[in-house]
Structure formats: structure tokens, C-alpha cells
């Protein structure tokens, strides 16, 4: 059964929170997990953004967003 869409967060906004982006979008989180980033779970994700995660782990900010976009697109897909 498919889940009513909901909509995504914009991923080019730097003001988008990492807990906004878990919430809206759980799936984004394992490209977080595949880089040892500590991030889904620590109680800083409601002040951080996608570029203080990539600053924090010296992270091309570009290539990461891509990848988290892509694994957004596909969930809202199921």
C-alpha cells in the first residue's frame, strides 16, 4: 500500500534542520549512517543544518546533497 505523499523538504534551502529533514524524510539518514556521521539521533539535529553536518565532517557539501536528494526522491516514490 502506498503512503499518502508528503512533501519534501527543499534541500537547497541552508536553513532546512537536519530534524526537520529526519522527520519529513527517515531515509535520508543512511546517508548520514554510511559515513560513521553521528548525526540521526544527536540532539543538536533541531540547530543543524545539512551544511554544518558537512562542515563538521569536512564533506563536499554538493556530492552529499545529491545523495541525500536522491535517497528522498526514491521514499516519496514508495
Partial sequence: MKRPPTAL?????PDVT???LFRICPA??????RRGMLCPGC??????TITE?????D???AAFR?????LARAASQL
Fill in 53 to 57: 553536518a558537512c562542515q563538521a565532517y
Fill in 28 to 33: 535520508t539518514a543512511a546517508a548520514f549512517l
Fill in 9 to 13: 523538504p527543499d534541500l537547497d534551502d
Fill in 66 to 70: 545529491a545523495e541525500v536528494s536522491g
Fill in 59 to 61: 564533506l563536499d557539501e
Fill in 43 to 48: 540532539p543538536i539535529t533541531p540547530f543543524h
Fill in 18 to 20: 537536519l530534524s526537520d
